[in-house]
């Protein structure tokens, strides 16, 4: 098992310089894991089926957050040299790895939230 403490903020290190400050970059933002989510149900999704699955995202946010996750080696993009054009979200293998993280996250959520009654 990692020592926690020295992997995950050692004294004197700029959070961002962290294992930890690194992955929350990768996921970070408001709509990050909700669409290495869907890709990871899904497998492949066009850049309309992510829009409408998601239902509150810009397209010009939609594309900004793919961009980073492209570059960033957790999605690829394919295109299909066709006429429409035609342009496939997918995971990468590395991707892949955050999937169990996700759902951790996920489900600690679920154990640990607030519920309300009314």
């Not at 020295?6 to 929350?24: E, H, R, V």
């Not at 990050?32 to 998601?54: D, G």
């Not at 951790?104 to 154990?111: H, M, N, T, V």
Request: proline share 4%; with cysteine.
């Amino acid at each position: 098992m990692l020592n926690k403490k020295a992997t995950c903020a050692p004294t004197n290190t700029s959070p961002k310089d962290t294992g930890f400050g690194y992955t929350m970059s990768v996921i970070g933002g408001k709509y990050k894991m909700t669409i290495l989510h869907l890709l990871a149900e899904n497998k492949v999704l066009r850049h309309n089926e992510l829009y409408r699955k998601i239902g509150t995202i810009s397209y010009k946010s939609l594309s900004l957050m793919l961009k980073e996750l492209i570059n960033d080696d957790i999605i690829v993009r394919t295109e299909f040299s066709q006429v429409p054009p035609r342009v496939e979200y997918s995971l990468t293998k590395r991707g892949e790895t955050l999937i169990p993280i996700l759902y951790a996250i996920c489900d600690w959520g679920e154990k640990n939230r607030k519920t309300t009654t009314i």
